[in-house]
C-alpha cells in the first residue's frame, strides 16, 4: 500500500444512480488530486484540494461532485453518469500545493462502469 | 504552458537487452520532471524525478533518466531489462509557475519477452 486508499476497488452503475468514490491518506499530505484515466488518453486532472479548499476544477462536468472534508479525506460524488465516463479515477496527494516537485502519492484507482 | 510527449505509445524488448523510453518536454520556465509506472490494475508509482540538480537521475529498480535541456528530452533507460519491468510507464512535468498540477503524457506501454 502507498498510503493512499482508494475505495470501491471497481464500482459498475446505472446511468440513474448516485455513488461515491473515496479516498483516505494519512501522509500529513495537504494537498489532494482527482484524477480521470480513460483508455488511450493521457491521465485528465479533474479537481485540486489545498487544505480542504478547492483551488482547481478543470471544467469537469457538474455530474462529478468532489467533496474535501478534512485534509485526509476526499470524496467524489457521481450522479446521473453516462457511459462515457467509464473509467479508472484515481486520487493522489502531496505535501503541499507548492510542493509539487516531490512527486505525488497515487492510490490504486476505482475501477468505475457505467451501464 | 507545459506539455510533454512520449514519442513511443508501444516498447518491446526481450529480457535481458536495454529499455529505452522517449519523452519530450515544453515548459515556459525550469521545469520539474517525472517518470512514474503503472502495473496493471495498480496505481501509479513514482520512479525517479528530476528537480534541477543533477542531470542524470537514478530511480528505482535500475532506471534511470537524463535531463537535456538542448534537446528538451528526458528519455528513460534501463541496462538490462527484467520480466517484472512489463508496465505502462508515464513522462510527468511541472514548471515552476503556472499550472499547479502535473501533467501527464500519453503513457507507452512496455513488453519485454522471455
Known amino acids: 500500500e502507498t498510503g493512499v486508499t482508494q475505495t470501491p476497488r471497481h464500482l459498475v452503475m446505472g446511468m440513474t444512480n448516485k455513488k461515491s468514490l473515496k479516498c483516505e491518506q494519512h501522509?500529513?499530505?495537504?494537498?489532494m488530486y482527482w484524477y480521470k484515466q480513460s483508455a488511450k488518453k493521457p491521465l485528465e486532472l479533474m479537481f485540486v484540494?489545498?487544505?480542504?479548499?478547492?483551488?482547481e476544477n478543470n471544467s469537469v462536468p457538474s455530474r462529478f461532485s468532489p467533496e474535501c472534508p478534512n485534509s485526509s479525506h476526499l470524496f467524489l460524488h457521481l450522479h446521473t453518469l453516462q457511459p462515457e465516463d467509464s473509467a479508472l479515477y484515481l486520487c493522489?496527494?502531496?505535501?503541499?500545493?507548492?510542493?509539487?516537485?516531490?512527486?505525488?502519492?497515487f492510490g490504486s484507482g476505482t475501477r468505475l462502469t457505467v451501464v | 504552458a507545459q506539455s510533454v510527449t512520449q514519442l513511443d505509445s508501444h516498447v518491446s524488448v526481450s529480457e535481458g537487452t536495454p529499455v529505452l523510453l522517449r519523452c519530450n518536454y515544453s515548459?515556459?520556465?525550469?521545469?520539474?520532471l517525472f517518470w512514474y509506472v503503472q502495473h496493471p490494475n495498480k496505481g501509479l508509482q513514482l520512479l525517479l524525478k528530476?528537480?534541477?540538480?543533477?542531470?542524470l537521475v537514478k530511480g528505482i529498480n535500475g532506471f534511470e533518466a537524463e535531463f537535456k535541456k538542448s534537446e528538451t528530452s528526458f528519455h528513460l533507460t534501463k541496462p538490462s531489462a527484467h520480466m517484472s519491468d512489463a508496465a505502462e510507464y508515464f513522462c510527468?512535468?511541472?514548471?515552476?509557475?503556472?499550472?499547479?498540477?502535473?501533467?501527464f503524457g500519453s503513457g507507452t506501454r512496455l513488453q519485454v519477452q522471455p
Open positions: 493522489a496527494s502531496s505535501q503541499d500545493l507548492g510542493r509539487e516537485n516531490y512527486g505525488y502519492t
Open positions: 510527468v512535468v511541472r514548471s515552476d509557475t503556472g499550472r499547479r498540477a502535473l501533467t
Open positions: 501522509l500529513g499530505h495537504n494537498a
Open positions: 515548459s515556459s520556465y525550469s521545469p520539474s
Open positions: 484540494y489545498s487544505l480542504e479548499e478547492r483551488v
Open positions: 528530476y528537480t534541477s540538480a543533477a542531470t
